[in-house]
């Protein structure tokens, strides 16, 4: 079971951490049943279902818009998208059907700890989830076990990643993509994912035509917004001991590598695949950006897609941001090791 080799190959965890390691433990082993039944009824509706359409891809650095974003797009009823339900149970969603759907709604807090955003079983949410649920090739088991920068290293980056591994990467992410589309048959399918912004060149091995949205902010604002997620939300999930300056250590780190590969390999996507969006003028016209968006990729936008749109843009208006404060010390840092990220977005440093 992955759950055992991953224990395995990070030489277990941090002695605070052994409770939650042996809830883990008892329920994968009590809903293996359930995941062979859920397998096989994926198995059987992947026969019947259309071939993938190269997706559109939202992405970005942690905490630069991407949710809002994603949560707009998929207003369209064009797209289809990874809901919270498929996400979170991904061995589970489809044999457990609107039964268990209803009964985990309850246990759902209906807002993002590090930032009040809304939360539903049916709202689109990141791939990286599943993707680590079914496989050792997700950059996410860093986070879980942040001791370990091997999954970042190899499958956020692709750095000491060998032929096989990335071969076997790319089999693994087709074959979720897959997965979602079976519970969206025949939509095009629209994934956020912060991790996709440094696998560009291999999302484009991929997905040769698919479209991607970059959505970018003031870096001075990402690092406090990103310390927030970690505090409230990451470090709850750690399976190794970490100190709070370990974590400043790895935020910094993850934006160079993730920024940079980005920067290194956007060239590389056409044109017509790539559009750029600034979050800040994001914020103050969110549809002036999606018209750009639909423009570029000649994507038709409807008037039931438009007012979809509209009408969350109004919900969402009275929205009140954290107000996150960086101390001089960390500011300086940001301000020296992020300094590419500056000059390539055009902030000031």
Known sequence: MMWFRLLLMNR???LREVPRALVITLLAIVSLPFQWINDFIVFLRLRKTAPLKDPVFI????????????YLMAKDPQFGFLDYYNAFFPNLALAGGSWLRKTLTPLMPQRRPQDNIELQMTLP???ENPLATRSLRSASHSFFFPSNEAFFKKYAVFEGTSGREK?????A???????????????????????????????????????FIHIYRNPYDI????????????????????????????IIYYYKKVMKRYFNTRSEIPKDQLVEVKF???EKDPMAAIKNIYRTFDINLDPV??????????QVRSYKKNIHVLDDRLKKRVGREWNFGFEKLGYTA
């Not at 071969?167 to 089999?171: A, C, I």
């Open 12 to 14: 277990g965890v941090g």
């Open 59 to 70: 992405i970005g650095h942690w905490r630069s818009g991407t949710t809002f974003l994603h």
């Open 305 to 314: 897609a438009r007012d979809n749109m509209q009408a969350y843009i109004d």
């Open 223 to 250: 690092f406090p917004s990103t310390k927030l997620m970690y505090d409230r939300v990451v470090t709850t999930q750690f399976l190794h001991d970490f100190s709070d300056e370990q974590v400043n250590d790895k």
């Open 125 to 127: 949410t990141e791939e």
């Open 167 to 171: 071969h076997l990467w790319k089999k």
């Open 173 to 211: 992410y087709k074959y979720l993509m897959k997965r979602i589309s079976v519970v969206h048959p025949g939509k095009w399918l629209l994934i956020k994912n912060p991790h996709n912004t440094g696998r560009v060149r291999e999302l484009m091995e991929i997905f040769p035509r698919a479209r």
């Open 280 to 282: 800040e003028d994001f």
